[in-house]
């Protein structure tokens, strides 16, 4: 880079010998507007697990704008932020590695903007699971959207309408594991907190979310509540 900010001196200083009657400041404004972004020191740095500062306060800031579930906007690249980088990669259809380099910038300026795909005027919970996450809705707007790993192809999560019909506020051990938190919308089938939300498909027919993501959700969550499963 510093070699780079040496050549467009250069440049400059050439540009306003060949052009004396412009202004040095109009010379510098005409050759930096021929300077991609990237010379000109405005990219964000990659950020990942564990990276802390400026940028990840603004990768941060930028996805709890756009309604993904991100924890403490705190500088700190911990956990949460990974789901929710991972649950943003998963939405826009890129490399889903948690790491926020170049690809995933560009599209946190400019991104796939999900839609819910029924418009009940009460709050609601979508799954898609082929895009393994979870919407929460409102008046056919999408208000939340965290990173879930559903059922495994051997034992897939149910797909259809239905609603929120049991909520246990703790772990509850079923025939299906040990869930935290869990809301049943078909016999054994939850919404649930779990210690491990891999990147594919992995319970038992289950939709996991994190459990500190499940914290956040279950007061927003109720019985009775529509839950929307598809493909």
């Known amino acids: 880079m510093r070699r780079g900010v040496g050549v467009l001196a250069v440049l400059l200083s050439v540009l306003v010998t060949l052009l ?73 259809r890129i490399g889903i590695d948690g ?25 609601a919970v979508e799954v898609d699971l082929t895009r393994r996450v979870v919407f929460l809705t409102k008046a056919g707007a999408v208000t939340r959207i965290v990173d879930a790993s559903p059922g495994k192809p051997s034992t897939p999560t149910v797909t259809g309408a239905f609603s929120v019909q049991r909520r246990v506020n703790g772990w509850h051990r079923s025939r299906l594991g040990m869930l935290w938190r869990p809301n049943y919308f078909y016999g054994g089938y ?25 914290n956040r959700l279950w007061a927003q969550l109720s019985l009775g509540e529509r839950v929307w499963v598809y493909r």
């Open 99 to 123: 790491v926020v380099g170049w690809v995933t910038w560009g599209r946190l300026a400019t991104p796939v903007v999900p839609r819910a795909r029924h418009t009940s005027s009460s709050a």
């Open 20 to 92: 004396p009657g412009l202004p040095a400041t109009a010379a510098a404004a005409s050759l930096r507007a021929e300077v991609p972004l990237a010379a000109a020191g405005v990219t964000q740095p990659t950020v990942r697990l564990g990276s802390r500062g400026a940028a990840v306060t603004s990768l941060q800031r930028r996805l709890a704008t756009l309604h993904y579930d991100v924890g403490a906007v705190d500088g700190v690249f911990g956990n949460d932020t990974l789901h929710a980088v991972i649950a943003f990669q998963k939405v826009q």
């Open 190 to 214: 939850a919404l649930h907190g779990f210690t491990s939300v891999p990147t594919y498909a992995a319970s038992h027919g289950c939709v996991r979310v994190t459990i500190p993501a499940m």
